[in-house]
Every structure is written in C-alpha cells, then in structure tokens.
C-alpha cells in the first residue's frame, strides 16, 4: 500500500523542503518509487533542490488545479538531474511565475482537487511513496494534506516560536485525526545535548523525534543546490537522514 | 469553547475531504460519467436545455459530515422529489387520518401522469403521482397564495439549510403546459377531493415543482430524515418526528414512480426522484443520498442516480432488508480506519 508522508513546519525558514528532498531521495535510493509534490503554491521552491529548472516546465501543479492538464503531466522525473542510482523520483512543482503565484491566489481553488490530484498521481506514476511538501503555517492546504497523510513529520527549530506554533499544529493534526505523526529538530546548535532536548521535546508534545539535525555550514554552503544526501553521503546529516528515513519505512 | 467548535468543525471539512469513502464516491462518479445512455426530459423547454454530463453525487451523514464529489452545487428544479416533503408539511397541517381520508398511499403502478382516481373512494392513489400530489397542495395551509408559497420554501429551508428561489420560467412553463394537470384537479373537484381554489392550488404545486436545488440540498433532505427528521447540521427540525416513517414509507413505496417495485428489490432504499435527473434516497439512521444527473431512463428515473445508489446499496450493505455482512462497512469508510487500502 502505498504511503503518503507530509512535511509541514508552522514557521518559515525550519528546512521543510531540503528535510522533504533529502528524505524522498534516501527512501528512492532504497529502490522505491517517490513522488514529491510541492504544494507551497505561494513561495514555491524545491525545484531547485532537485535541479529543475522553471524554463523548462511546462506545466506544473498550478495548471492542473486550474483545470489545464492531468496532474501527471505535471511530474518530472528528476532522478538524474540529482544523481539518483537507483529507484525513480518524480517532482509536481508549483509554478514561480509571478503571475500564475497571484492567480491562485487571487481565484483560490477547491482543495478538493489536491485530494483526487494526490490519488490519481500515486496510481498513475504507481508511486510507493508521496512526499509533500508544504507552505509554513495553518491553510486549508496543510489541513487537506495533514488530513490524508499516514505520516505527518512536524519539523521545529530548538526557539520559543517554534515551540508554540508546533503546539498549536499538533492539536490540530490530533482533530484531524493523523495516523502518526513525527517530530524532527531541524538547525540544532551543536554545542546542545541532544539526548537532554530529544527528551524535551516528547514530553511536551507526546510525539516521538525521529531525528536532530544539527545547524550545518555545510548545508548552507550548498545553497540548495543539490540534494544534499547525494553530495554528501558520508556525512553526519546524511546519517541522520537515513536514520529518519528508515523510520518512515518501517512504519 | 468556540475555537474549539471552530476547529472541530472545520477539522470536520477535511477529514470528510480525505475520507476514503470519498474516494470511493469519486471514483464511483468517474465510472459512471462513461454511461452515455437515457434522455434528458423535455417536456418543458427549460429542461431540455440541461447538459447531459452534469453529474454531482454527495452524501450527508447523520452525523453532518458532506462528502461531495462532482458537480455538486450545479442548481435545478426539484420536480417531483417536492412531493414527499410537501405530504410531510400537510401531515403536520392536518393529521394522518385527514390527509389519508383525501390521498391514498397505494402504489398505483401507473405512470406519474395518469388521470386515475380509485374507484370505490375516488383518492388519488399516492401522494407522489401528479393527482396526489396536487390534492396533497391542496391542503396546504395559509392565509393566501404567498402564505401559502412561503409556508413550502421555508420548509426545504429547514430540511436543507439555505434559502430556495423558485425557478420562474419553469414555473410559467409548467403552467402554461399544465392542462394535464388542471383536467385532474377539475377532476377531483367534481369528487369533493379538493377545494374550490384550483388554481392556486395549481400555481402552488407548479411553484413546488420549480424550487430550485443541488445534489447538496437533495443529500440534506435525506440526511434530515434519516435523522428523525432534524437537519443534522444546523439541528433544526424540519418535520416532526412521527410523521418521519410516513414520508419515508411513500417514498419507498412510490418514489421512484412505477419502478419502485423493482428498484426496492434492487436497492432497497427509500428514494424519490425528480424529472431534472435528481435522486434523494433515505439510509435511515445513517445517511442521506443526493444525486443529480439529467439522462432518465424509460421510467423517468436519472439512469447515472440510479447505478450510484444500487452500487452504494451493494458495496456498504445499505439494502433495508440486507441481513448479509457487506463487502464493505460504511462507518470504517467514512472514519479511514487503519488497513483501508483507498490509495
């Protein structure tokens, strides 16, 4: 059965989409077939991650929920554009053109759309997981996409605001009646105990950390340009990544 | 306390949006889009002009959650789908006994539009054939003809939750056209089965016919009686509630015009459908059907509404005499219980 993972921080700036691309990668590399959605129709961006270059998409999430093109038409492979060895990666972007950004978000859309776009998607790419990758904050996309996800993965920097947000997403993953859900700590300093946080952070939530990243000059320096699991496979954060993404499947 | 409510409510929205049993639904609407087969009524103009791919199915629980698929907000006239909830309004007017002693609930096995009176008590045989249907508007009661009007329209409003327009060009197409009709209700007249206002009488049954609905409303009608008559979200009471198994029984009996013998064998569920191609069907304690697709078959029933409501029947056990575990059970559908396999 295939599995739908969701990647949502109620804050900006928390890592959501290298945390999106680098798990969607490791679980790939594992021979699987991964979809990735970028349902951050306001300030898109994981495209770049994965090297795909706005001039040449055609078309993208945006054209399918205006009704212009089945959603697969809007899925590009970008295995190689990364480097990918072994499985199949797929990404939907959003468009970045400022004029399609301000349509939808002038017009809206039945978010009913994503929900069947998703499920056509999986079927018809036969994709045994879908990763997405979502906009910061509560809309009614990051309530659709918590509602349908097996797992959730609440991403949350070690900071007061992070903190309370992740509080309130919680809650509203718990109305909403998520299958598991997840917590990674993303730009940990590294001079904090991990274990100490780690414990922390579940007590307060009630939800298991699945990994802690710590705040890396390395990923910075690579700008999102790449995935940085794929460039840096040995490193720690890679070890980390692959850690959490074993989790997902296990589940 | 309201944030809660809030969030609950809302909450509500999306798991309804992600359950797997509207997956179920969306596909079973993307099967039956193919089905190019029936005609579209064209007994007045304005019907004719419908699209014959116009296909919304959405279902209510009792418990308010709407699940919605196709075109579910595209509005048409509610045609004969009225006359179930308007016998129910003249229950509460005027009693059981008195509206039995004018309109029988006998199946009459005829087609809606024959001009036949039982002859031994010269009542119409059922409230849901047109003769019945008009002595039914008959005994609606009302200071005049708006009172009169108003009394219906505010009625669907609480089984729906919304305010109802009538569609006047229909309306003025039905009257134009509505010589069939008018021979009936002179008819009954001269058997003292209706009173001297005839066409008022008519204009309101003309009116009925031409309130304008989606596939939403024709779920929330169904939903309200499944729940004993309350609407399940907006708790308003649209009918009291022991005339609910009244309204209920005629439908099963007489909804689907003169193929309700074979559709209760078939299906098994309560349902009243109209010329527009609409189709609401009662799950009692469960859940209300709405469906909206214009090409009827021979019998005048849509041919699209038809095949959802003997698939949802099928799959959920829904038939009210199935005794057999069914293939699959409703309330793990709605809720997404684990091991669902919807993707």
Known sequence: MPKVVSLHSYRGGTGKSNTTANLATTVAMQGYRVGVVDTDVPSPGIHNIFGLEPESVTKTLNSYLWGESAIEEAAYEVGRNIGLSKGKLFLVPSSVKADDIARILKEGYDVKLLNDGFRKLVKSLELDYLFIDTHPGLSKETFLTIAISHILILILRPDKQDYQGTAVTVDVARQLKVKRMLLTINKALPDLNFAALQKKVEETYSVPVAGIFPLSSDIVRLASEGVFCLRFPDHPVSDEYRKVAQQLMND | ?343
């Open chain 2, 1 to 343: 306390m309201t944030e809660l409510h809030d969030l609950a409510s809302l909450a509500s929205t999306f798991t309804a949006v992600a359950s797997p049993f509207r997956t179920y639904l969306a596909e079973l609407q993307e099967k039956y889009q193919a089905l190019m087969t029936g005609v579209v009524a064209d007994h007045i103009n304005e019907l004719a002009l419908a699209d014959p791919r116009w296909f919304g199915i959405c279902v209510v629980t009792t418990e308010g959650q709407t699940f919605e698929v196709g075109d579910c907000d595209k509005l048409f006239t509610i045609q004969s789908i009225a006359k179930a909830f308007v016998f129910g309004l003249a229950l509460e007017d005027h009693g059981r006994e008195y509206v039995n002693s004018k309109v029988s609930v006998e199946p009459s096995g005829e087609s809606c539009h024959a001009i036949v009176l039982d002859e031994t008590t010269n009542r119409p045989y059922n409230p849901i054939i047109s003769a019945g249907a008009i002595a039914i508007s008959d005994l609606i009661q009302g200071k005049n003809a708006t009172q009169r009007l108003k009394r219906i329209l505010d009625m669907f409003k609480r089984y729906t939750g919304r305010d109802h327009d009538i569609n006047v060009p229909v309306f003025l197409s039905e009257k134009a056209m509505g010589d069939r009709n008018r021979a009936m209700a002179y008819l009954m007249r001269n058997f003292g089965m209706v009173s001297g206002n005839i066409e008022e009488t008519l204009d309101l049954y003309f009116q009925q016919c031409s309130i304008l609905v989606n596939s939403k409303d024709l779920a929330m009608l169904a939903a309200t009686l499944a729940n004993g008559g309350v609407n399940p979200v907006t708790g308003d009471r649209a009918l009291e509630e022991r005339y609910v198994q009244d309204v209920i029984s005629v439908m099963l009996t007489c909804g689907m015009y003169d193929a309700s013998g074979n559709w209760v064998y078939r299906v098994g569920l309560p349902a009243q459908s109209g010329l527009s191609g609409g189709i609401t069907a009662v799950v009692p304690g469960k859940l209300g059907i709405g469906t909206f697709s214009p090409p009827l078959d021979p019998k005048g029933n849509s041919e699209r509404g038809i095949k959802v409501c003997e698939d949802l029947s099928q799959d959920f056990g829904l038939h009210l005499f199935n005794v057999a575990k069914p293939e699959r059970v409703l309330e793990e559908w709605i809720g997404g219980a684990e091991g669902i396999d919807d993707w």
